[in-house]
């Protein structure tokens, strides 16, 4: 079972897009274990979008990141790190495909709605930049998922 870290960008907070994302990873059958609305300092943001610091846009992400409280969450669910990128669809709007969460919702691939790790490393890394990770609960027992129940 892996681990995720999603988070609702500042444009997605900003046009109401919280509860529509859930629903998505929810429907999916993905299990949430913690979730915070919150404002982003610099640093933390200069951390997690670390690997683009060389880019020209690095100035841009990390203000665009500030600018206004994220919904950052921890999610868990078989094979989550590849399946919730495909949920999330591609950074450019001219790529991301309808029924993907940017291809409904982004129209720029500088505001494009939210954030998805892209592998085990920066999912571990990511979920600890932003949360105490013994605040972060256990799956339930009646998981309907659990491998265990599944033939
Ligand atoms: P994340 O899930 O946010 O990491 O997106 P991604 O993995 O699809 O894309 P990538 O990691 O390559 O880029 C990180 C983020 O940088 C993108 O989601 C965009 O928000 C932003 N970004 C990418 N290209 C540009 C650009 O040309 N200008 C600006 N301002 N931002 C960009
Ligand atoms: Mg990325």
Known sequence: MQ?????VKPDGVK????????KRFEQKGFTLLNAELMTVDRAKAENHYFEHQDKPFFGELVNFITSGPVFAMVWEGENIIEVSRTMIGKTSP????????????????????????????SAEREIANFFDLLS?????????YDERKSV
């Open 3 to 7: 681990r995720t870290f999603l988070m």
């Open 15 to 22: 046009r109401g897009l919280i509860g529509e994302i859930m």
């Open 94 to 121: 001219l790529e991301a495909l309808p029924g993907t969460i940017r291809g409904d919702f982004a129209c720029t691939k500088e505001e494009n709605v939210i954030h998805g790790s892209d592998s085990l490393l």
């Open 136 to 144: 972060i609960r256990s799956r339930d027992e009646d998981y309907p």
